[in-house]
Structure formats: C-alpha cells, structure tokens
C-alpha cells in the first residue's frame, strides 16, 4: 500500500504515531516552544515540501464568513497547498469542505483521542478527508476525552504545523484568538478577514488587525504576502511516487501515462504481465484516492 495511506471506517480506526525524533514528524512542528512529544495520526501526513496554512474561526460564523473561509480555503488548496483546521463546527467546518472542493489536501488537528470524532457531527466530513489523502492528528492517545483545557493545547499544534494562519471571525473572547497568539509567539504570520466594524464577530478580528495582523481577503493577498508561486497540485504520478507505490501501483500508473487513453483491466495485465487480481485491487485503492479515474471506456490518468 502507499506509505500513511490510511482510511477511515467506522469498522475498523487505523491510528498510527510519529514520535518527536521520527523524520515523519512534522519540521515545522518541531520550531514551536513546546511541540507533543508524539503525535497519533489517522491518514496521510503531508508530504515535507508541503506548504500548511491554517484558516480558523468562530463555530457561530456569519453565512458571509463561512462563505469567505470556504472560497479562500478552495483557491489555496488548488495550488496544492495543505489546509488545516480544527474540524470544529463553523469556520473550521467550511475550511476543511473549501478544501476538499479543490481536491486538494486538509489536516484536522483534533482535542481528544482518535478514536472517535469530534464533534460526532463531523465524522462523514472526517471520512472525507481521510479518503483525499488527509490526516486526523492529536497528541492524546486513543480513549482520550475532549476536556476544555485540551482544546487550548490543540490550538498551538494547529498554528505551529504551518506558516501562517488566516483568522475568519474571531469574536472578542474566543479560541481563535487563542491559536492567533501562538501563532505569532512561534514566528509565524497571521492573516485577518476583514469585516462590519460593528458586527461581534468581528471584534478580535480587528483587534489583530490592529496588532499588526496583515488584512487579506483573496487567497492572492496570501500568495503575494508569503511569497509563494502559485502552481496547480502535482500529477499523479509525482504524488505517487513520492509516497512510495506499490510495484503494481507503479507498473499501473506508468501503463496508463503512456497509453494516453482509458484502459480496460485485461488490457492494462496485458501490457504489464501482471495478473488482473492484483490489478484490480491496486486500481480500487487508486480510484479511491483520486489518483485514476475509472470511466465507462476503462481507466485513465
């Protein structure tokens, strides 16, 4: 199977760990003041090159808000950039959806144990996720609780897995807030949706706008702030290989460029002298990820 490549299913909760000398651990991750000495992970951990930005906010958001995350989250996820949030209801909801409209790549940083999904209203989102290529992370063990105080400490996981952190509708006492300071405390940038100077949610906002937070409200200002080219996701094949294929998932990725067209499975055993059992289980893995796609002419990049 390709390397991290792990699924969500209710039957059946795969949770792997990566500890603090682990060269999977996250390099960012490891800058903060005080990084969890090991992180439990459902799913795939971005790739090292991967660029992360978090994009945060209130649960009670404004549908102007959530439609301003979900827009800035779509756009910076079609240029392959990793999105991460809290899977909490509101901003973090429509961040994690943004992304995954983009097909692109989106980590949630949860509170509690992965075991189970919280909140439990989320869990097709977390199913979602997962089978893009994404990850589930926390630092506590499975059977964990969601107590108050481990949201606060999830908070500096979130901003220190990134280089920036955008904040859509922080109200004056609020946990986005909270991941703002520390993002700033770690050397990393915060970005400001802007909104009515009037409106509650608003107020934290604004405060960090007034703190020195930049304003951004176009996945360009990110782009243009943090010096990024943008550039559309890589291929499949770069994805594949740089998560370490299978030989079949290899022999079948390379059939297929080469080909050009839709292939049936005989015709891809034919080409490769493999046989079409391990065929098909290797096209059902890469269909799911997105990798292939599977057409009523056969198979095709």
Same mark, same amino acid.
């Given at each position: 199977m390709l390397a991290h490549r792990i699924y969500y299913s209710?039957?059946?909760?795969?949770?792997?760990?990566?500890?603090?000398?682990?060269?999977?651990?996250?390099?960012?991750?490891?800058?903060?003041?005080?990084?969890?000495?090991?992180?439990?992970?459902?799913?795939?951990?971005?790739?090292?090159?991967?660029?992360?930005?978090?994009?945060?906010?209130?649960?009670?958001?404004?549908? +102007?808000?959530?439609?301003?995350?979900?827009?800035?989250a779509r756009d910076l996820a079609a240029s392959g950039i990793?999105?991460?949030?809290?899977?909490?209801?509101?901003?973090?909801?429509?961040?994690?959806?943004?992304?995954?409209?983009?097909?692109?790549?989106?980590?949630?940083?949860?509170?509690?144990?992965?075991?189970?999904?919280?909140?439990?209203?989320?869990?097709?989102?977390?199913?979602?996720?997962?089978?893009?290529?994404?990850?589930?992370?926390?630092?506590?063990?499975?059977?964990?609780?969601?107590?108050?105080?481990?949201?606060?400490?999830?908070?500096?996981?979130?901003?220190?897995?990134?280089?920036?952190?955008?904040?859509?509708?922080?109200?004056?006492?609020?946990?986005?807030?909270?991941?703002?300071?520390?993002?700033?405390? +770690?050397?990393?940038?915060?970005?400001?949706?802007?909104?009515?100077?009037?409106?509650?949610?608003?107020?934290?906002?604004?405060?960090?706008?007034?703190?020195?937070?930049?304003?951004?409200?176009?996945?360009?200002?990110?782009?243009?702030?943090?010096?990024?080219?943008?550039?559309?996701?890589?291929?499949? +094949?770069?994805?594949?290989?740089?998560?370490?294929?299978?030989?079949?998932? +290899?022999?079948?990725?390379?059939?297929?460029?080469?080909?050009?067209?839709?292939?049936?499975?005989?015709?891809?055993?034919?080409?490769?002298?493999?046989?079409?059992?391990?065929?098909?289980?290797?096209?059902?893995?890469?269909?799911?990820?997105?990798?292939?796609?599977?057409?009523?002419?056969?198979?095709?990049?």
């Amino acid at each position: 199977m390709l390397a991290h490549r792990i699924y969500y299913s209710d039957m059946k909760k795969i949770i792997g760990h990566v500890s603090f000398d682990d060269s999977r651990y996250p390099a960012l991750l490891k800058e903060i003041p005080d990084p969890p000495t090991r992180l439990f992970c459902r799913g795939q951990l971005p790739h090292p090159d991967s660029i992360c930005i978090a994009i945060i906010g209130t649960r009670k958001a404004t549908t +102007q808000g959530k439609a301003m995350a979900q827009r800035i989250a779509r756009d910076l996820a079609a240029s392959g950039i990793v999105i991460v949030s809290g899977l909490a209801m509101g901003i973090d909801t429509v961040a994690h959806k943004g992304a995954l409209e983009a097909s692109g790549k989106t980590i949630a940083v949860l509170a509690n144990g992965l075991d189970n999904v919280y909140p439990a209203q989320n869990t097709s989102l977390a199913n979602d996720l997962l089978a893009h290529g994404g990850a589930i992370l926390s630092e506590y063990p499975a059977g964990t609780p969601a107590y108050p105080n481990q949201f606060l400490e999830r908070n500096r996981i979130v901003s220190g897995l990134c280089v920036a952190t955008i904040v859509v509708e922080a109200p004056e006492r609020s946990g986005t807030l909270a991941t703002a300071r520390f993002a700033l405390e +770690q050397g990393r940038e915060v970005f400001v949706v802007p909104g009515p100077a009037d409106h509650p949610n608003y107020i934290g906002s604004h405060r960090l706008v007034r703190d020195g937070a930049r304003l951004v409200t176009a996945a360009s200002d990110i782009y243009e702030d943090l010096g990024i080219d943008p550039k559309p996701q890589p291929s499949p +094949q770069q994805f594949l290989f740089a998560q370490e294929a299978t030989p079949v998932e +290899q022999a079948i990725m390379e059939t297929l460029t080469v080909a050009g067209k839709p292939l049936s499975i005989d015709k891809i055993a034919e080409l490769t002298t493999m046989e079409a059992r391990a065929i098909n289980a290797a096209l059902a893995s890469l269909v799911m990820a997105e990798l292939v796609k599977e057409t009523e002419h056969g198979y095709s990049i």
